[in-house]
């Protein structure tokens, strides 16, 4: 076996490789950038796949050339042809014939895979020439004449900040954009939300006047996938209409901030609000609605222009936080920046053991067929307000159990896959380390960017364990899995345990980590640092307990929805219950304001804010601005909500209830729909006021009975009595923190 480096990083170490392309049907394009210019070089491509049998090939027509491969797994056979079109035959026949073979379907990473190359050796994220657009339009349907690309802006490296604007005609816009995108020469094109808005509209829109997006290094177009691919974030997958460019990378920060908000930080992945909760926003930063645009465009253009200008400036931003993990993982896998960033872990892992047992010769296993096995270990011990509270964390949990324990795939005959961990292991802990003297020293958007990329590294770490129990990994094992998770929940419990016999209250477990609140004489950072050192001292050899968190208070309600209130002020809603991005505003902002004041101990203005909202609701005080509902228009959304069908057919302008766009609208007295621009005072106070309650249900948890909880909240429909109600409470004396 190979050394480690070799393992991670491939075996040809050839530096400055931007960007790999097939080139003809046998060969591939190596584009190279050094000293600030980019090269062009030429190198020989042999497409493969992996099979079963050998008899097939022998007497294919294509005559491939064929390899034993080492050992007994069952894909033995190594099948490599001399050019493309051959492969792609030779694959559908074995297909039609129902042969086992496997096969990477991108040439890319074939290529690298085989050649032990891969992108950006030797290089820093700030090497590659990277370019920042974003797009303004007066419409979200591309296919309305009247939804005209209006405004491109362009930054890029060295300072570059471009406006191009609409002046003649569409279409002359477009090849300007294309003439300086070809000039600018990037290796890599950042947006935010690329993928499913200003890619397929700028060639749906080019595609209606007969320009060609010549943005590839070879001349040719931009060029839009068929059909969906998925986009993995931590447990979500996303859907998104993939993009190509020859020769460069296209990375979507849209994507990236939700890959870099591991924990759940952030309500809302749009640009704006994922800037500012990052507290990143510059003061002057200029902001235009979207309903707006054309009409600021008419009327107030300077406004429009920076703005436009400000969204790639904060797209740059969100990119150098996000996407330097992603950048530095494309320095180990042998695959292309744009497929690191949208592909999910499991393939990537795939890569890594093709790569190094086919560096050596040996044969590969398929897949085990999926089979269920136990999971980790979630557990809430309390319910309530709780002060002050800390969170410890054991450090990469699940692969410290396969190090310490030697657990991995009974079928990694070369021993190839720990030794991986290991290293990638040693690189997360190093970024967290990073992260706190950042920390200490004060440098926020140093000890942001550390600890982005120690997120995303225990992403990658952990899907060493995942990749156990995935049913696409060729070397997938779900009893090593289920060994990994048994030994999690065994020593999990046991840290609870641990803090109990310590004087701690244990709140809530969540697979690695355990919210509690300390002893009262636990009471400084480096006190609570001490403290979990003496809970961790009888722990298995190998597994480290951190200190991975302190809060003022945390408002636990059920498993896994709870809000922590920082030091500073600051807070945090986890759970879906508490970050529903489909409430409405008003009811949103009572929701935050509620769990900020429970955790403040101001009860008795809680309930001051519900029955002055209740009051608001009754008399017709609230702005159409706070009780907008939103939906995005497509077969799926129409079938479940037939009132929104009703609303589309009533609309004046039909381009507005097209697939694809977003309508924003209200519930009406009567029960139907309504443009929030057409609202007249004329919204359902009814459901509204069933809606703030259905809200308050949240809090539920924190009151010892259901009449304590009725008295505080108690329901309130357009007839109630708001004073007897208010009185109600009072008369009772209840005491909400009486434990």
């Given at each position: 076996?190979?050394d480690t ?8 170490p050839l ?6 392309e097939?080139?003809g049907?046998d060969?591939?394009r190596?584009?190279?950038r050094?000293d ?10 042999r497409?493969?796949?992996l099979?079963e049998?050998?008899?097939r090939?022998?007497v ?12 007994e797994?069952?894909?033995r056979?190594?099948?490599?042809f ?6 792609l035959?030779a694959?559908?026949?074995a297909?039609?014939?129902?042969d086992r ?6 040439p890319i ?7 032990g190359r891969?992108?950006?050796?030797d290089?820093?994220f700030a090497?590659p020439?990277?370019l920042?657009i974003d ?5 979200l ?5 009247e939804s005209?690309v209006i405004?491109v ?6 300072g570059?900040?471009e ?15 294309t ?10 094109i ?18 209606r006047?007969?320009?060609s997006?010549?943005?590839g290094r070879?001349g040719?177009?931009l060029?839009?996938?068929?059909g969906?691919s998925?986009?993995k974030a931590?447990?979500l997958?996303?859907?998104y209409?993939?993009?190509y460019i ?15 908000d ?7 992945y ?5 800037v500012?909760?990052?507290g990143l926003?510059r ?5 235009v ?7 600021v465009?008419?009327h107030?253009?300077?406004r429009l222009l920076?703005?436009?200008l400000?969204?790639?400036?904060d ?10 993990t ?5 320095q180990?896998l042998p ?12 393939e990537?892992?795939?890569d ?12 590969i296993?398929t897949?085990?067929p999926s089979r ?9 011990l309390?319910?309530?307000v709780f002060?002050p ?9 699940y692969p410290?159990?396969?190090?310490a324990e030697?657990i991995?795939s009974?079928r990694?005959t070369l ?15 190093d970024?967290?380390?990073e992260?706190?003297r950042?920390t ?6 140093e000890?942001a960017m550390w600890e982005?990329m120690?997120?995303?590294?225990k992403v990658l770490?952990?899907?060493?364990y ?15 899995a289920?060994r990994?998770?048994l030994?999690g ?12 016999a310590h004087g701690a209250?244990?709140i809530e477990?969540d697979t690695d980590g355990v919210?509690?609140?300390p002893?009262?004489?636990v009471?400084?950072l480096g006190a609570e640092?001490?403290f979990i050192t003496?809970?961790?001292s ?9 200190h991975d ?6 408002l636990s309600?059920?498993?896994?929805t ?13 759970g879906s219950?508490?970050r529903s ?15 900020r004041?429970?955790?403040r101990?101001e009860?008795d203005?809680v309930r001051d804010?519900y029955f002055?909202l209740?009051?608001?609701i009754?008399g017709r005080d ?21 009132r929104?069908?009703?609303?589309i057919a ?15 609208f209200y ?11 057409d609202?007249d005072?004329?919204?359902n106070?009814?459901?509204l006021?069933?809606?703030?309650r259905d809200?308050a249900e ?5 009151f ?8 505080f ?18 008369a009772q004396?209840l005491d909400?923190?009486a434990v």
């Amino acid at each position: 076996m190979r050394d480690t480096a070799e393992l991670l990083y491939g075996h040809d170490p050839l530096p400055g490789i931007v960007a790999v392309e097939r080139f003809g049907n046998d060969g591939v394009r190596l584009y190279r950038r050094s000293d600030g210019t980019v090269s062009v070089a030429e190198a020989p491509f042999r497409p493969w796949l992996l099979a079963e049998r050998a008899e097939r090939w022998r007497v294919h027509h294509a005559a491939p050339d064929i390899t034993e491969l080492a050992g007994e797994h069952t894909l033995r056979y190594l099948v490599e042809f001399a050019d493309w079109p051959r492969y792609l035959d030779a694959v559908q026949l074995a297909q039609d014939a129902g042969d086992r073979i496997f096969r990477l379907r991108s040439p890319i990473e074939q290529y690298l895979v085989r050649s032990g190359r891969t992108l950006f050796k030797d290089m820093v994220f700030a090497d590659p020439k990277r370019l920042q657009i974003d797009i303004e339009t007066t419409g979200l349907d591309a296919r309305d004449p009247e939804s005209r690309v209006i405004v491109v802006a362009i930054k890029a490296s060295e300072g570059v900040e471009e406006l191009l604007l609409l002046e003649h005609d569409e279409a002359e816009l477009l090849a300007r954009v294309t003439e300086r995108l070809r000039a600018l020469d990037p290796d890599v094109i950042e947006g935010h939300n690329l993928f499913n808005f200003d890619l397929p509209f700028l060639v749906t829109r080019a595609d209606r006047f007969g320009v060609s997006l010549r943005w590839g290094r070879d001349g040719s177009p931009l060029r839009i996938g068929a059909g969906t691919s998925r986009f993995k974030a931590g447990a979500l997958t996303m859907p998104y209409t993939p993009a190509y460019i020859h020769g460069r990378h296209i990375v979507d920060t849209y994507q990236q901030i939700q890959r870099y908000d591991i924990g759940g930080h952030l309500s809302s992945y749009g640009l704006k609000q994922a800037v500012e909760e990052l507290g990143l926003t510059r003061p002057d930063r200029e902001f235009v609605p979207g309903p707006q645009i054309a009409d600021v465009w008419r009327h107030d253009r300077d406004r429009l222009l920076r703005y436009a200008l400000d969204d790639v400036r904060d797209v740059e931003v969100l990119s150098s936080l996000a996407t330097p993990t992603e950048f530095y993982q494309t320095q180990i896998l042998p695959r292309s920046f744009q497929a690191v960033a949208t592909g999910g872990p499991g393939e990537k892992l795939n890569d890594l053991m093709l790569r190094a047992y086919l560096m050596h010769g040996h044969s590969i296993p398929t897949a085990q067929p999926s089979r269920g096995y136990a999971g980790g270990h979630a557990e809430l011990l309390e319910t309530g307000v709780f002060r002050p509270v800390v969170k410890c964390d054991v450090e990469s949990l699940y692969p410290s159990i396969m190090l310490a324990e030697g657990i991995t795939s009974s079928r990694d005959t070369l021993g190839a896959y720990l030794p991986m961990l290991a290293d990638l292991t040693r690189r997360r802990l190093d970024a967290k380390g990073e992260s706190r003297r950042a920390t200490k020293t004060g440098q926020e958007a140093e000890r942001a960017m550390w600890e982005g990329m120690q997120g995303s590294f225990k992403v990658l770490i952990n899907s060493f364990y995942g990749y156990l129990g995935y049913g696409g990994g060729l070397f997938n094992d779900y009893d090593a899995a289920e060994r990994v998770t048994l030994a999690g929940q065994r020593i999990v419990k046991q840290v609870v345990e641990n803090l109990h016999a310590h004087g701690a209250t244990p709140i809530e477990v969540d697979t690695d980590g355990v919210y509690f609140v300390p002893p009262a004489d636990v009471d400084v950072l480096g006190a609570e640092e001490l403290f979990i050192t003496e809970v961790a001292s009888d722990l298995p050899p190998g597994i480290r307990l951190s200190h991975d968190g302190r809060y003022a208070g945390m408002l636990s309600l059920r498993l896994k929805t709870y809000a922590l209130l920082d030091h500073d002020g600051g807070m945090v809603l986890k759970g879906s219950a508490l970050r529903s991005r489909r409430m409405e505003p008003f009811l949103r902002q009572f929701l935050v304001d509620a769990a900020r004041r429970f955790l403040r101990d101001e009860r008795d203005a809680v309930r001051d804010d519900y029955f002055q909202l209740a009051e608001r609701i009754r008399g017709r005080d609230l702005k159409p601005a706070e009780i907008v509902q939103w939906g995005m228009i497509n077969d799926q959304t129409l079938a479940k909500f037939p009132r929104l069908q009703r609303l589309i057919a009533r609309l004046a302008n039909p381009a507005l209830g097209r697939s694809g766009g977003r309508l924003e609208f209200y519930e009406r007295q009567d029960g139907e729909l309504g443009l929030t621009e057409d609202w007249d005072h004329d919204e359902n106070t009814t459901y509204l006021l069933r809606r703030l309650r259905d809200v308050a249900e949240r809090f539920r948890a924190l009151f010892t009975s259901d009449s304590e909880f009725d008295a505080f909240f108690p329901a309130i429909s357009t007839r109630t009595d708001l004073v007897a109600a208010r009185s109600q409470e009072a008369a009772q004396q209840l005491d909400l923190f009486a434990v």
